[in-house]
Protein backbone atom coordinates (compact mmCIF):
# COMPACT_ATOMS: atom_id res chain seq x y z
CA UNK A 1 0.00 0.00 0.00
CA UNK A 2 1.49 3.72 -0.49
CA UNK A 3 0.24 6.82 0.08
CA UNK A 4 0.31 9.81 -1.79
CA UNK A 5 0.13 13.71 -0.95
CA UNK A 6 0.96 16.21 -3.24
CA UNK A 7 2.04 20.16 -2.19
CA UNK A 8 3.22 23.21 -3.78
CA UNK A 9 -0.30 24.22 -6.22
CA UNK A 10 -1.80 28.00 -5.97
CA UNK A 11 -2.19 30.88 -7.80
CA UNK A 12 0.73 32.15 -10.21
CA UNK A 13 0.84 34.93 -13.03
CA UNK A 14 1.54 33.62 -16.55
CA UNK A 15 5.07 33.10 -17.15
CA UNK A 16 5.57 32.29 -13.45
CA UNK A 17 6.98 29.01 -11.97
CA UNK A 18 5.51 26.36 -9.09
CA UNK A 19 7.17 23.39 -8.30
CA UNK A 20 4.87 20.38 -6.68
CA UNK A 21 5.57 17.93 -4.75
CA UNK A 22 4.71 14.64 -4.16
CA UNK A 23 5.45 13.00 -1.17
CA UNK A 24 5.00 8.87 -0.96
CA UNK A 25 5.08 6.68 2.26
CA UNK A 26 6.57 3.22 2.62
CA UNK A 27 9.68 2.36 2.07
CA UNK A 28 8.35 1.12 -1.23
CA UNK A 29 7.64 4.09 -2.45
CA UNK A 30 11.29 3.96 -4.27
CA UNK A 31 10.27 1.02 -5.92
CA UNK A 32 7.45 2.36 -7.74
CA UNK A 33 7.57 5.11 -11.12
CA UNK A 34 5.28 7.90 -10.41
CA UNK A 35 3.55 10.16 -12.94
CA UNK A 36 1.79 13.47 -12.80
CA UNK A 37 -1.48 14.53 -14.11
CA UNK A 38 -3.75 17.01 -14.62
CA UNK A 39 -7.33 17.44 -14.85
CA UNK A 40 -8.88 20.84 -16.08
CA UNK A 41 -12.76 21.21 -15.35
CA UNK A 42 -15.04 19.37 -17.96
CA UNK A 43 -11.61 17.84 -19.39
CA UNK A 44 -10.65 14.42 -18.94
CA UNK A 45 -7.55 13.66 -16.88
CA UNK A 46 -3.91 13.53 -18.82
CA UNK A 47 -0.65 12.61 -17.90
CA UNK A 48 1.98 15.65 -17.93
CA UNK A 49 5.01 13.87 -16.31
CA UNK A 50 6.59 10.35 -15.54
CA UNK A 51 9.88 8.82 -14.06
CA UNK A 52 11.02 5.69 -13.51
CA UNK A 53 11.69 4.15 -9.84
CA UNK A 54 15.41 4.95 -10.13
CA UNK A 55 14.58 8.49 -11.74
CA UNK A 56 16.73 7.54 -14.53
CA UNK A 57 14.03 7.61 -17.38
CA UNK A 58 11.37 10.69 -17.92
CA UNK A 59 8.88 11.15 -20.26
CA UNK A 60 6.84 14.42 -21.11
CA UNK A 61 3.43 15.21 -22.54
CA UNK A 62 4.39 17.59 -25.85
CA UNK A 63 2.37 20.10 -24.10
CA UNK A 64 5.16 21.04 -21.27
CA UNK A 65 7.64 19.97 -22.73
CA UNK A 66 10.79 21.82 -22.20
CA UNK A 67 9.01 23.98 -19.47
CA UNK A 68 8.17 21.13 -17.05
CA UNK A 69 10.97 19.28 -15.74
CA UNK A 70 10.05 15.82 -13.12
CA UNK A 71 13.04 14.89 -11.07
CA UNK A 72 12.31 12.00 -8.01
CA UNK A 73 14.96 12.15 -4.29
CA UNK A 74 14.11 8.70 -2.80
CA UNK A 75 16.07 9.12 0.26
CA UNK A 76 13.26 11.72 0.89
CA UNK A 77 10.61 9.42 -0.59
CA UNK A 78 9.45 12.70 -2.92
CA UNK A 79 9.03 13.65 -6.28
CA UNK A 80 8.65 16.61 -7.64
CA UNK A 81 7.55 18.37 -10.68
CA UNK A 82 9.02 22.06 -11.39
CA UNK A 83 6.75 24.36 -13.45
CA UNK A 84 8.16 27.11 -15.76
CA UNK A 85 6.72 29.27 -18.03
CA UNK A 86 3.39 28.84 -16.72
CA UNK A 87 0.23 29.21 -19.00
CA UNK A 88 -3.21 29.63 -18.23
CA UNK A 89 -3.76 26.40 -20.13
CA UNK A 90 -1.74 24.86 -17.51
CA UNK A 91 -4.78 25.57 -15.03
CA UNK A 92 -5.87 22.66 -13.43
CA UNK A 93 -5.98 20.14 -10.48
CA UNK A 94 -2.49 18.14 -10.23
CA UNK A 95 -2.34 14.51 -9.11
CA UNK A 96 0.48 11.84 -8.63
CA UNK A 97 0.22 8.87 -9.04
CA UNK A 98 2.04 6.03 -9.13
CA UNK A 99 2.80 2.47 -10.58
CA UNK A 100 4.93 -0.83 -10.59
CA UNK A 101 5.27 -1.53 -14.33
CA UNK A 102 9.11 -1.00 -15.80
CA UNK A 103 8.11 1.10 -18.41
CA UNK A 104 6.66 5.06 -17.25
CA UNK A 105 3.11 5.05 -18.75
CA UNK A 106 0.76 7.60 -19.95
CA UNK A 107 -2.84 6.12 -18.91
CA UNK A 108 -3.77 6.67 -15.88
CA UNK A 109 -5.92 3.58 -15.45
CA UNK A 110 -2.55 2.26 -15.58
CA UNK A 111 -1.62 3.28 -12.01
CA UNK A 112 -2.74 2.38 -8.70
CA UNK A 113 -2.28 4.41 -6.30
CA UNK A 114 -3.30 8.66 -6.29
CA UNK A 115 -2.82 11.79 -4.08
CA UNK A 116 -5.63 13.71 -3.63
CA UNK A 117 -4.77 16.27 -5.96
CA UNK A 118 -3.29 19.92 -5.66
CA UNK A 119 -4.95 22.99 -7.49
CA UNK A 120 -2.59 25.20 -9.93
CA UNK A 121 -3.92 28.31 -11.44
CA UNK A 122 -2.48 30.18 -13.67
CA UNK A 123 -3.34 33.52 -13.98
CA UNK A 124 -3.32 35.86 -17.83
Known amino acids: QVQLVESGGGLVQAGGSLRLSCGGSGRTFRSYGVGWFRQAPGKEREFVAGISWSGGSTYYADSVKGRFSISRDNAKNTVYLQMNSLKPEDTAVYYC?????????????????WGQGTQVTVSS
Open 97 to 113: AAQLRVVITTSPDEYDY
